[in-house]
T-cell receptor, first 112, second 116 residues
Framework: GEDVEQSLFLSVREGDSSVINCTYT??????LYWYKQEPGAGLQLLTY?????DMKQDQRLTVLLNKKDKHLSLRIADTQTGDSAIYFC????????????FGTGTRLKVLA | EAGVAQSPRYKIIEKRQSVAFWCNPI?????LYWYQQILGQGPKLLIQ????????DSQLPKDRFSAERLKGVDSTLKIQPAKLEDSAVYLC??????????????FGPGTRLTVL
């Protein structure tokens, strides 16, 4: 199947850590991505992880990948009000067509 | 480097009318994608071009949607006639076409279509 699932909402206090979760069904996906979408804007790439890695850290962002459970997470340390947005995970299909399947999106609200 | 440009940003039409969207990808990007994003959902691929050829249009409702990428640069997406359920944001994205995880898509701001 091609379903990529995410929880719909997450609310955290400024300064706390946020963890956004994603599950996917295609175990042969090569790369997994996290995108951020602010109101009225397109999707902005935040980070990505190759399928043979289990963790990647990039400044305040930490991506964890559990291939056995097909689970991907994005941790944002020291969450700021500017992090309020919708976050999408996406998987790149293994075929040569470079097709991307997006999750349903998680709306993160950061409370001051 | 200029990003992906789309126009118009907003469009309101009545059902059964026609509408067209335009996308100018990042210079040199070989692959171009059109996505439909319905409110509260993730983007759904409509069509993917590699240069001026179609790679995947399996989810394009071909009875009413059409797209072209003449000369392998700009692209237009057309809906004729529009239905109420076509109300969505239409996103264009482009990709360089090299390899690796960094060779990902860059998105335009989208066109918000409202069908009344």
């Amino acid at each position: 199947g091609e379903d990529v699932e995410q929880s719909l909402f997450l609310s955290v206090r400024e300064g706390d850590s946020s963890v956004i979760n994603c599950t996917y069904t295609d175990s042969s996906s090569t790369y997994l991505y996290w995108y951020k979408q602010e109101p009225g804007a397109g999707l902005q790439l935040l980070t990505y992880i190759f399928s043979n890695m289990d963790m990647k850290q990039d400044q305040r962002l930490t991506v964890l990948l559990n291939k056995k459970d097909k689970h991907l997470s994005l941790r944002i340390a020291d969450t700021q009000t500017g992090d309020s947005a919708i976050y999408f995970c996406a998987e790149r299909q293994p075929s040569g067509t470079y097709k991307y399947i997006f999750g349903t999106g998680t709306r993160l609200k950061v409370l001051a | 480097e200029a990003g992906v440009a789309q126009s118009p940003r907003y469009k309101i039409i009545e059902k059964r009318q026609s509408v067209a969207f335009w996308c100018n990808p990042i210079s040199g990007h070989a692959t171009l994608y059109w996505y439909q994003q319905i409110l509260g959902q993730g983007p759904k691929l409509l069509i993917q071009f590699q240069n001026n050829g179609v790679v995947d249009d399996s989810q394009l409702p071909k009875d009413r949607f059409s797209a072209e990428r003449l000369k392998g640069v700009d692209s237009t997406l057309k809906i004729q006639p529009a239905k109420l359920e076509d109300s969505a944001v239409y996103l264009c994205a482009s990709r360089a076409g090299t390899s690796g995880g960094t060779d990902t898509q860059y998105f335009g701001p989208g066109t918000r279509l409202t069908v009344l």
